[in-house]
């Protein structure tokens, strides 16, 4: 069996990473774990961004829609990224490896939006030669 859209299994490892790093500590203080479900508003960004993710994957009817979703997709995984860092040095804890999940997430969302961009350009090709 062939794998025939990339893009599908980028957008689910993403929306797998942002969904584990929404329940997983992401830095400690003193030794005591910090997850974002001591932050409301930053597990309902990372649960938006997994939800989002998922949602892309059935995009597929609508490929200009799906390639300006995934654009969205990958500045909330960024904006996600950027509030745990906030986070961490306004508390002066300690990151610990969770915090590598959504920078993963964010390079799986790019993989996904350029293999998203090849596909369109590659139907675009073939509507020329119609």
């Known amino acids: 069996m062939v794998i025939q ?3 599908s299994l980028f957008l689910l490892v993403a929306a797998a990473l942002m ?3 929404a329940f997983t500590p ?3 203080i003193e030794g005591a774990p910090v997850a974002s479900t001591a932050y409301p508003a930053f597990m309902a960004l990372n649960l938006l961004c997994a939800l989002l993710l998922l949602i892309n994957i ?3 009817k609508n490929l200009k ?3 300006k979703q995934a654009l969205l997709n990958s500045f909330l995984v960024l904006g996600s990224i950027c509030c745990a860092a906030v986070i961490t040095f306004t508390t002066g804890a300690s990151l610990s490896w969770q915090i ?3 920078v993963v997430a964010l390079i799986f969302s790019l993989f996904a939006r350029r293999r ?3 596909d369109k350009r590659l139907l675009d ?3 020329r030669i119609r």
Do not use: G, K, V
């Open 100 to 102: 590598a999940l959504p």
């Open 58 to 60: 059935f995009l597929f």
């Open 125 to 127: 090709s073939a509507d």
């Open 19 to 21: 969904a584990i790093f």
């Open 65 to 67: 829609f799906q390639i």
């Open 5 to 7: 859209r990339w893009q």
């Open 116 to 118: 998203m961009c090849a």
């Open 26 to 28: 992401f830095a400690t």
